[in-house]
Nanobody, 127 residues
């Protein structure tokens, strides 16, 4: 089992930055890929970024490329999402998630690949 707790959300002006953190409990964090997803009101949950279990591979949605960066610290059981140049359309609840498969080869950003989810943290970007 993996339990995830996100933090770092808040209200920020357009053009600003935030760093989200996701702290994981359980002994399998370092063997699971991690992802960040977001859900805006009235919209479906969408992929934001993912990182493989070793941290050697990442993927970012086109909408956030060049602005957001996912990283992880396996010694701290934590995954991060550094967000910069934020836009009002980035406003959403952000969720972190852990891959259902340990030591997966490559990355699979599909929502269905993730079995463990945090409760979410709100990010609001004002114009």
């Amino acid at each position: 089992q993996v339990q995830l707790v996100e933090s770092g959300g808040g209200l920020v002006q357009a053009g600003g930055s935030l760093r989200l953190s996701c702290a994981a409990s359980g002994r399998t964090f370092s063997t699971r890929g991690m992802g960040w997803f977001r859900q805006a009101p009235g919209k479906e949950r969408e992929f934001v970024a993912a990182i493989n279990w070793s941290g050697g591979g990442t993927a970012h949605a086109d909408s956030v490329k060049g602005r957001f960066t996912i990283s992880r610290d396996n010694a701290k059981n934590t995954v991060y999402l550094q967000m910069s140049s934020l836009k009002p359309e980035d406003t959403a609840v952000y969720y972190c998630a852990a891959d259902k498969i340990q030591m997966r080869r490559g990355l699979d950003p599909a929502t269905g690949s993730f079995d463990y989810w945090g409760q979410g943290t709100q990010v609001t970007v004002s114009s």
